[in-house]
């Protein structure tokens, strides 16, 4: 079946630092990566989306400079959250469509800003 | 930019009832329209999903769109214990991304 990892499933980090979560997909060659953030109190955010041959597509309050993400092949993506500081808590789910546009998702990795 | 909002924002229903939630979206040019479940720790799962207006049955589920009203709703048959969770409405607003616009969610308790 189709499996999306995440890794790591939760970390903490000093304000003002960097850390970076992976996702794999597995069972199923992920013609596209989507990055959702969910806040405290809110829903999921896109953050942005990552499509096989095409430029990276950021959604609006988020940046390249502050969200670096690398999607090297069809299964693997990596995501940094660079310079990080108390709002940017929550959890970051990774989403990966098939080519059927079916979307799985990983179960998450939880950012703890302390 | 699309919006979905979902309600109500929490429900409990009786094991075997019926468990109605419901969506609305901003854009009737809006193309999928996809019901999540989420449990505790876990990342969303896809349940079930419609693109026509009509009703879509799969199981104990039974979802219907309501293009002109802007209107999904999702119903669970003899709801479950095991059917306690948080669920989560997405819109696709292009097929060909992978972009979804998300609720914030029902949470469904059911009681034995």
């Known amino acids: 079946g189709a499996l999306v990892y995440q890794y790591p499933r939760r970390t903490i980090c000093k304000s003002g630092t960097s850390m970076r979560m992976e996702c794999q997909a597995v069972g199923f060659q992920a013609t596209s990566v989507a990055w959702y953030r969910q806040s405290p109190q809110k829903t999921f955010e896109l953050i942005a989306l990552?499509?096989?041959?095409?430029?990276?597509?950021?959604e609006q309050n988020f940046t390249q400079e502050k969200f670096p993400i690398s999607h090297p092949n069809l299964s693997f993506s990596s995501m940094t959250v660079l310079n990080a500081y108390l709002e940017d808590r929550g959890l970051y789910l990774c989403g990966a469509r098939d080519i059927s546009y079916e979307q799985y998702f990983g179960p998450g990795t939880r950012l703890t800003v302390l | 930019q699309e919006k979905v909002q979902q309600s109500p924002e929490s429900l409990i229903v009786p094991e075997g009832a019926m468990s109605s939630l419901n969506c609305t979206f901003s854009n009737s040019a809006s193309q999928s329209i996809w019901w999540y479940q989420q449990h505790p720790g876990k990342g969303p799962e896809a349940l079930i999903?419609?693109?026509?207006?009509g009703n879509k049955k799969e199981g104990r589920l039974t979802v219907y769109l309501n293009r002109a009203s802007l209107h999904v709703s999702l119903h669970i048959r003899d709801s479950q214990p095991s059917d306690s969770a948080v669920y989560l409405c997405?819109?696709?607003?292009?097929?060909?991304?992978?972009?979804?616009?998300f609720g914030q969610g029902t949470k469904l308790s059911i009681k034995p």
């Open positions: 990552s499509t096989v041959n095409s430029a990276i597509k950021y």
């Open positions: 999903s419609i693109f026509s207006n």
């Open positions: 997405a819109v696709s607003a292009n097929y060909n991304q992978g972009k979804l616009i």
